[in-house]
Structures are given as C-alpha cells and as structure tokens.
C-alpha cells in the first residue's frame, strides 16, 4: 500500500475502518475542495471528534503552492483564538498531507444565513466575534484575505469559529512599499483597492470584508449585486449600495464607516470596537485561554513535516489576477480609457471565458502550431510568431491569460511585431473562428482593437 500509516482494519462483524498514523480513525466527508477534502476523525486516545483536511501532494506540487501550505501550517499556529479553528497536528505521508484540526460541527455561518436574515442582536455577537478574531490575526501581523460566511464556522455553543487561512498573508510578503500586491479572495467580499495594481494593506482589506458580512448578516443578501461580475465590481469601486428599510440607525452608520472606498479613509479596528452599536453586550474573549498542544506536537514537529513533503518549487500556477478596473472600462461603451496604458500596451484585443486558465493556453498552443506558427509559453503567456515574411517582417503575437474571479478568465491579444492589417487579418479570419468553442464574449465586434 502506498499509505502505510492509513491502514484499514475490519472483522466479520464491523464494515472497514480507516486508522491514521494508529492515532486518528477517518470518517464521512465533510467537505471538499480544489486540492483538499476534509474528513470527520475521531482521536483514539482522547476520543475527541477532529475535522482532518487531506490535501494530496501531487496536486500541489503540480500546482506550485509549496509555500501555501508551509505559509498556512505557520499562520494557523501563531493564530490560537477561542473564535479561530485550531489546528492541533500535521502530519504528512508519501502522498498526502494531513491537517488534523478542531471539529466544528454546527456547520457554515452561511447555512444559516442562506434561510434569510438574522436578528440584529445575533448578527452583533457573530460580528463582534468575528472582529475580535481579525482584531488577533491583526495583531499577529496575519491579514486573512478571504473571509465570508462559508469561512466562518458555528461550534456546539453557536459561537462563531474563523476557518480557512490558505489565502492569508505574513508580513514577509510586503513588497518594499509595505504592502501586499497578491489579488485574491472571493468577488463578492474583496474590498476595491484589492483590484487595483498600486498593492493594498491587508488589514484594512480584511475591515472592507468584515463590513460586507455585517450588512448580509442584517439584510440577508449582497450589498453589491449586479448580472455579472463586471457589474458588480463597478458598484465596489463606489460603494454604491443600498441600505433595507429595516436596518437600525446605528447599524447603518457602522456600515457607512466599513465600506468605504478610500482604505485610508475606512474605519479601524480600534474604532470598531468603540462604536456603539458593536458596544452593546461586547466582551473581548481571553485568546491565551486556548493551550499549546502537548506532547508529540510542536512548531519545530510542524517545521520537520513541511521539511519532509518534499515539494519542489515550481513556476507559478496561477494566471494573474486582471485589473478589473481596466476590464470594466474595455467593456463599458462611451467609456474608453485606452490612452491611459497606450504606453504600456500596443494594439489589443480581448475575450473573455470560463474555461480554466490552463485549458485556454493548451488551445491557443494548438491553434498557433496549426496557422503554422512558433509557438512559445511562458506560465500564462503565449507568444506566437508567423513564418513567412509579412509586409513588415514576421507577424508576432503575444496573448496572455489573466483571471478577473473564479471560473472567469481574460485572455488579451497584442501585436508585438509585424503589420497591422496583417495582424486583423489574423485576428479576424483565423484566431475567431478557432477559438470559438472556449469563448465566452469577445469584447467589440468591429475592428481588430476590440476583436
């Protein structure tokens, strides 16, 4: 068996059971995602119920995210909160790595949410707990990145459990501005300086966050909906969002002061807490009542496991993330704001899909070598160049794949050489027809600009 310390025992009488490391017994599956699934546990010494996240190392190594998880395993030991999931072991086979942490089992703040809006005094306690929890990331130097309803978790006592740091940031990774330039998260919470390229201070990113979950605590709904993605995120540079008719008056105040614009000009967590309406009933939970792990696990147990996966770095995996403040423009007529980046960009065109990005460069490959073009790949960038002798030399192409959220990607044509004409030739006559079956919209319709 691949797995020697993941053994299965079974008798006549009792269906098999999956014993990990002779310590933890797996059960049903509680959840999965792109590169994990989270099993239900049971510690055999203790009996205590665990929740067990198995992430496969070929996944990963494969996708380049060694430092994601190193990074994660850190961040979950310097974060030890009564309303922060702890993570109790790591342990790592062959072929998997194994987080053993807290179980909560009340289930996703957004299941609850999903049935419609919350009382105004609950919505209080989950909000206060939550910034309690940011207030101590915070003061850790960790900024989270992703927080939703579908990270926040509910234990036995209906008290709010911060999950999920596999995006969330170190100091180590400011850049010489001080400040984090990685965009993520999820597109209905990021906050607008996240889409801008000028880099953004995580924690005040994070506040944007917690003020979207406040406002769908209390409304039951998005502050910022729109038909589709552009839209939306048109509304978040803004702030553009309306208040429900039942929404207290001190309720709205603090949600003005959360979900603002201008980072500098948002509130801070110190703030926060001074405010009246997060005042009433607040009692700062003790996060040194949680204790260290005894025994077999420790910081340097975790630091010798990370040694032992044996993930090698590799180029990135992901396609970076699109300005969408560009892309809103680029879709929006009337509002054409392509002599901002005439210095930075040539001629372009754009579509936009829902194929992954590493489907979309397997194709335009595929579509270069048959027009009979040199194709090179660089991570998410394809650069193409014709054989034969243009007017202007050799036809080169560069196409490039840029994420705008999850399932949606852009993928934006340049002519890097060669003549124009014979780049709408190109573009018209051969890349629209070959391509048609993994685009989504080609942005214009008329010329070779806008494709």
Known sequence: MEEQNVQQTTSNLNPPRNILFGKYEMGRVLGQGTFAKVYYGKNLISNESVAIKVINKDHIKREGLM??????????????????????EVMATKGKIYFVMEYVKGGELFAKVAKGKLKE???RKYFQQLVSAVDFCHSRGVSHRDLKPENLLLDDNKDLKVSDFGLSALPEQLWNDGLLHTRCGTPAYVAPEVLRKKGYDGAKADI?????????????????????????????????YDFPQWFSTDAKRLISELLVSDPEKRISIPEIMQNPWFQKGFSKPIAISIPEPVGETNDKDDDKI????????????????????????????????????????????????KCSAAAIVAKLEAVAKRLNFSVGVKEFKVKMQGKMEGRKGKLAVTAEVFEVAPEVAVVEFSKSAGDTLEYKKFCEEDVRPALKDIVWSWQGENNCHQL
């Not at 995996?317 to 210095?343: H, R, T, V």
């Open 67 to 88: 430092e994601q998880i190193k990074r994660e395993i850190s961040i979950m030991r310097l974060v030890r909160h009564p309303n922060i999931v702890e993570l109790e």
């Open 121 to 123: 005094d609950l919505a």
């Open 208 to 240: 944007w966050s917690c003020g979207v979950i406040l406002f769908v605590l209390l409304a039951g709904y998005l502050p910022f909906q729109a038909e589709n993605v552009m839209k939306m995120y048109r509304k978040v540079f803004k702030a553009e």
């Open 306 to 353: 990370i040694e032992e996966m044996e993930l090698e770095k590799t180029t990135s995996s992901s396609p970076p993330f699109y300005n969408a403040f560009e892309f809103i423009s680029s879709m929006s007529s009337g509002f054409d704001l392509s002599s901002l980046f005439e210095k930075k960009r040539k001629s372009g065109s754009m579509f936009t899909s």
